[in-house]
């Protein structure tokens, strides 16, 4: 028997979680991909996104009913005729599951929401150099601009597809007059058939997974570096590695680590000390011998050298250009091209070439995306 007639609970408190996670965690990660000093969220929120990926997919499995791949209407004629129906108001079965649109939606959100984490821990691995693929880095950072695009754009089409739903959804509730919206919300549809009920071992299961997934955002929010979030790439201390390079370089400046620029950019530098972005630099304020040891340092450890992704990307971004700055680089320039010239006019900023002033990590050689510092003016 129906608790409530003329309904039908259709979704159960575990099923309408799931929907509600997923839709908030792809909204808020992509929300937060515009801003690069937010990936920890983006990533934090991507592990919700995961962990409800995999829920949803056993729920597929083993779930209640209503909620099982099995019961989806995935044939073609089913969805065409559900359209035609539509498109005519002549839609008046409202099925207690999943209608076709319905299911062929879930059925690609899972799809394309795979592809999206699948590839934004490979990304995260191999062009930031953290988390569980981190070591792929090394052999694989030629492959960043691919993955990038890959997870990119399977966010873009995951959100033409959210739009689509929610736009059926709205034809649904205010033309068809379905209610379809609070069945997502108190889980009882307007319909024929009988009761969903969900065993207490599923029930378990459920909330776990929703436990896990909450308690993986706030294990990655509340701190910097964890097994999830552990990096490749750890501080570097110049004033260890190349003393004199770190003194005499940082003398007026902090100093620029060496894998921003090629070899051949690091030559240019080196060979017109003379006339250094204005000022004179000679053997006696530098020794030859001196200058001889920053200049290999700077070539031994130069973009070439590197699969950070700022060296890999300033490398690919040059062609066969190689300018004598960093903020010359097109990568560069593209990177910073949307700060107010009005920042600069910031006195602990000033200048374009003061990094470590909006890169806290900057003299360390880090470049993280959580340590840039970046008021809007
Ligand atoms: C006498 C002061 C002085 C010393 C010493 C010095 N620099 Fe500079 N450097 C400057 C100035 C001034 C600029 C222009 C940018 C600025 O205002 O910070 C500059 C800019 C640069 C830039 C370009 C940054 C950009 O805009 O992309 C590089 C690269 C650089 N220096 C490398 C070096 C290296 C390598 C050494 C050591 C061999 C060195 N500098 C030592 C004064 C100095
Ligand atoms: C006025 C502040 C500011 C200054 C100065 C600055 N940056 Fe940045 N930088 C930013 C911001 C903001 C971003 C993030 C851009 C974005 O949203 O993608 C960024 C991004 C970057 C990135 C890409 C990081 C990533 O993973 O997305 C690199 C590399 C970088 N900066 C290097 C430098 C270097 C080298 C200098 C000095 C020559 C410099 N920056 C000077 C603010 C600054």
Request: charged share 20%.
């Amino acid at each position: 028997m129906n608790k409530k007639p003329g309904y039908v609970f259709v979704w159960p408190i575990g099923t309408r979680i799931i929907h509600w996670m997923m839709a908030f965690s792809f909204t808020a990660a992509f929300v937060t991909s515009f801003y690069a000093y937010l990936l920890h969220s983006h990533v934090a929120l991507g592990f919700i996104f995961l962990t409800i990926i995999i829920y949803r997919v056993i729920w597929g499995i083993i779930g209640p009913k209503y909620a099982t791949f099995n019961t989806f209407k995935l044939s073609l004629p089913q969805l065409k005729e559900y359209f035609v129906l539509k498109v005519t108001n002549r839609w008046r079965k409202i099925p207690a599951g999943h209608n076709p649109a319905s299911s062929w939606f879930t059925v690609w959100a899972l799809m394309v929401g795979t592809v999206i984490v699948i590839s934004g821990l490979l990304l995260y691995g191999v062009q930031e150099g953290k988390g569980l693929f981190m070591h792929l880095n090394d052999d694989y950072s030629h492959y960043m601009g691919m993955l990038d695009g890959i997870h990119r754009y399977a966010s873009y089409l995951f959100l033409v597809w959210v739009i689509i739903h929610i736009a059926g959804v709205m034809v649904e509730q205010f033309w068809h007059k379905t209610g379809m919206v609070f069945a997502m919300i108190n889980g009882y549809k307007k319909t024929d058939g009988e009761d969903t009920s969900v065993k207490p071992i599923l029930n378990f299961f459920a909330y776990s997974m929703i436990l896990v997934a909450i308690a993986s955002y706030f294990f990655i929010i509340s701190s910097n570096y964890n097994f999830l979030t552990m990096r490749k790439f750890t501080p570097i201390d110049y004033a260890t590695e190349h003393p004199v390079f770190f003194k005499e370089c940082g003398d007026c400046h902090k100093i620029y680590p060496p894998f921003l620029l090629p070899e051949k950019s690091w030559k240019r530098v080196m060979d017109d000390l003379d006339n250094h972005f204005g000022v004179k630099i000679t053997d006696a304020n530098i020794s030859m011998s001196k200058q001889a040891s920053i200049r290999e340092f700077l070539y031994q450890n130069s973009a070439e050298h590197s699969t950070r992704e700022a060296a890999v990307k300033i490398m690919d971004s040059l062609g066969e250009r190689r300018p004598k700055a960093i903020t010359k680089t097109p990568y560069w320039r593209v990177t910073h091209s949307h700060i107010p010239r009005s920042a600069y006019r910031d006195k602990k900023i000033k200048d374009k070439s003061n990094c470590a002033a909006c890169h806290k990590d900057f003299e360390s050689g880090v470049l993280d995306d959580m340590e840039i510092m970046y008021r809007k003016k």
